[in-house]
């Protein structure tokens, strides 16, 4: 199968977009509305790897748990979205267009938590939140790989010998 028969595939575009809106449904309640939101609180960091350097250099003093969320956490819940941008526009976008769309999307949510004070405006959130962008850049370009290997008679993949070389 090739990249090019999924996107002429109604099924399985439609279950990729139904994917994408059950992935927005969930950044929504997690960045506005989850349990842990502290509403009423606003606060900012407009300097750049102030709050990495402080989760790290300090885990000793944190709950792990809020080391993880913080800086894990924030890579790992937009990879989704460096694949789905990368897969909607077909591909035909590189990684600096999938970092500039990235920054378009994540300056008004953070902009919009401190408007609606449910969080705050952090400068390293939105750097981890693009290299989870662009590591789901990465995931498109990997699977992009594996559909375009050749099928052999089994139905197993075979990979490409241009690939080795």
């Known amino acids: ?3 090019s028969e999924i996107y002429k595939s109604k099924i399985h575009v439609r279950a990729l977009k139904a994917l994408f809106v059950i992935y927005m449904l969930f950044m929504i309640w997690e960045l506005y509305l989850g349990n842990y939101r502290s509403h009423g609180y606003v606060s900012y960091n407009l300097m ?3 709050t990495i350097i402080r989760y790290l250099s300090n885990m000793h003093h944190y709950n792990t748990w809020i080391v993880m969320v913080n800086v894990v956490g924030n890579i790992a819940v937009f990879i989704p979205m ?3 941008i990368s897969f909607f526009l077909r591909g035909r976008i590189g990684l600096v267009k999938v970092v500039l769309v990235s920054i378009a999307v994540l300056l008004p949510v953070e902009i919009l938590q401190i408007l609606f004070k449910v969080g705050s405006f952090d400068i390293d959130d939105i750097i981890l939140n693009i290299l989870g962008s662009v590591l789901g850049y990465a995931a498109y370009k990997a699977f992009k ?3 375009a290997g050749y099928m052999n008679r089994k139905g197993h993949l075979e990979v490409n010998r241009t690939w080795t070389k």
Request: proline share 8%; charged share 15%.
């Open 1 to 3: 199968m090739k990249i």
């Open 48 to 50: 750049p790897f102030k």
């Open 82 to 84: 460096g694949f789905f």
């Open 145 to 147: 790989l594996v559909v």
